[in-house]
């Protein structure tokens, strides 16, 4: 069993499930999981290592010969009532993930709901996988297509989104008749051992599922495993790259989802006060670590000085803290050493003749959580480095447009494509943004342009390598083999 503990009140071990066992590798790298809003440690992380992938790869391997043989229909039987557990524990979840990460508890239950979203849509597998008939495509000739599991899938997910990254894969490839290795961030993995501890309460047969926590180590052993068919990866660009070319280099079907640098355009004719909303949330909501946050906004013509004082004025009123407490609004940044990085990245711009219309820095939310503030960068380049990188903090890059098209250039000329949004009251403006812009997720006066699970999620550019996005139809496409069939009788 586990170890790990829903109130963790004591140092645990989070432990990996390998073979149908929960397993400590022993006499590897172990790392403190740190409570990131006060410095707490809440668990320890013993790292697996090649042979525990081997073993792990082997088990699922032996376990997917029968698990493939599973009539569909019984497939997804588990996964309602793994659906079920995750809606019963939301909060408690919600909690260990707000505690390791960082995010406010509100923030981290939506996100638990989200994952419960993905369980949902591969419920209806039995639907999902059929394929395609037409009788007499020659004379006494039928054809049709069928979908069949490809075998044993690994994921690789980053620790912003511990309880949903990994759902956006495991649900759509078991219920496919896959069997699947999670290797979870390490800086986050009670989230989702506590998830899968749900999953396996909700009777998945051993084997089925593995999770084989650790590094770099855990990751080039996935990538290289004989036996792994297909690898789906969600992180940083850098990190994507290198998964996208070493698994395909080993014959493995790769997904790999990386970085962002998003784009918010406000056009004069949009509605303030929303739009200033939907900014905020965009913005610093989860202290602006998520792959789909507002990272750069870009105010067309006029609107910049209306739109800015009524920003700051707000951002400045957003209470920072530690996200189990009521009323915060943003928590810490993951740890002390991401903070660094965004206080490396504050300092840049403003050496490259930024201005800090809003500083986030000298926010003391207390004691040793990595606290920073709202954050506004005005005058910023279209060149500077806090333009074009991606900073991953709650920091917004002002650069400022004249016109759409001037917009458009500013947006589709950066190396990312994940997600951007239009503010206005103009459909023409709003359809002309939609056509011509260079990014994958595109929303008109959103928030957060998240498709819903049984839509495909992914960037474009720098931000996605791969063919078939996440969750969706495309999930389905990626965890099956098709196969075409063709029948004469004499
Ligand atoms: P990361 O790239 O550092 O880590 C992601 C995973 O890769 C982790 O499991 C980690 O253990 C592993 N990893 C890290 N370095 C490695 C190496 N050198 N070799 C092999 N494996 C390695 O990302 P992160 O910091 O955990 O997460 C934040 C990043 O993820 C951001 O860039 C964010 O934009 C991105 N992200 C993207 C999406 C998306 O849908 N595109 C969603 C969430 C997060």
Not at 121 to 130: N, T, W
């Amino acid at each position: 069993m586990s170890t790990v503990v829903s109130e963790a009140r004591e140092v645990a071990v989070t432990s990996s499930y390998i073979a149908g066992a929960w397993v400590a590798p022993e006499g590897k790298t172990a790392q403190p999981i740190i409570n990131p809003a006060n410095g707490e440690t809440l668990a320890m992380l013993p790292y697996a290592g090649a042979a525990d992938v081997d073993r792990a790869a082997k088990s699922a391997h032996a376990a997917w010969l029968e698990w493939r043989e599973v009539p569909v229909v019984d497939r997804v039987q588990p996964l309602y009532r793994f659906k079920a557990l995750l809606e019963k524990n939301v909060r408690e979840v919600g909690t260990i993930l707000t505690r390791e990460n960082g995010k406010t508890l509100e923030d981290a239950m939506t996100e638990v709901k989200r994952g419960v979203q993905m369980v949902e849509v591969a419920c209806g597998m039995p639907s999902l996988m059929m394929g395609d008939s037409l009788n007499d495509v020659a004379k006494g000739i039928d054809c049709r297509t069928i979908r069949q599991p490809i075998g044993v899938c690994a994921g690789i997910t980053p620790f912003n989104f511990p309880a949903m990254v990994p759902l956006w894969m495991y649900p759509f490839a078991i219920a496919a008749g896959n069997t699947f290795l999670i290797k979870p961030s390490e800086r986050v993995p009670m989230t989702p051992t506590r998830v899968v501890e749900l999953l396996l309460e909700a009777g998945l047969p051993a084997g089925v599922i593995q999770l084989v926590h650790g590094g770099r180590e855990v990751v080039e052993a996935l990538l290289t495993h004989p036996l792994i068919r297909a690898i789906s990866f969600v992180g940083s660009s850098p990190i994507a790259k290198i998964v996208y070319k070493e698994a395909a280099a080993h014959g493995k079907r790769v997904q790999a989802l990386g970085g962002a640098k998003n784009h918010l355009v406000v056009m004069p004719d949009a509605d303030l006060p929303q739009t200033v909303d939907a900014i905020m949330g965009s913005a610093f909501g989860a202290a602006g670590q998520r792959c789909l946050a507002g990272s750069v906004l870009v105010p067309v013509g006029e609107v910049a000085e209306p739109l800015l004082d009524l920003l700051v004025k707000k951002a400045k009123s957003l209470r920072v803290g530690d996200g189990l407490e009521p009323g915060v609004a943003v928590g810490p940044l993951v740890g002390n050493d991401q903070k660094k990085r965004v206080l490396g990245y504050i300092d840049k711009g403003i050496a490259e003749g930024a201005k800090a219309i809003c500083d986030g820095r000298s926010i003391d939310a207390g004691g040793a959580g990595a606290f920073l503030g709202p954050t506004v960068l005005d005058h910023v380049q279209p060149g500077a480095t806090v333009a074009r990188e991606e900073i991953f903090g709650p920091v917004l890059s002002v650069v400022r447009a004249e016109n759409l098209d001037d917009a458009i250039n500013i947006v589709n000329s950066s190396d990312f494509g994940n997600t951007t949004t239009i503010y206005t009251r103009s459909g023409k403006a709003a359809r002309e943004y939609q056509n011509r812009i260079e990014v994958g997720m595109v929303g008109v006066n959103m928030t957060v342009a998240a498709p819903m699970a049984f839509f495909p999620f992914a960037g474009w550019k720098d931000s996605f390598f791969g063919d078939l996005h996440a969750h969706g139809k495309d999930a389905v496409a990626f965890y099956t083999e098709q196969k075409v069939l063709m029948t004469r009788w004499f």
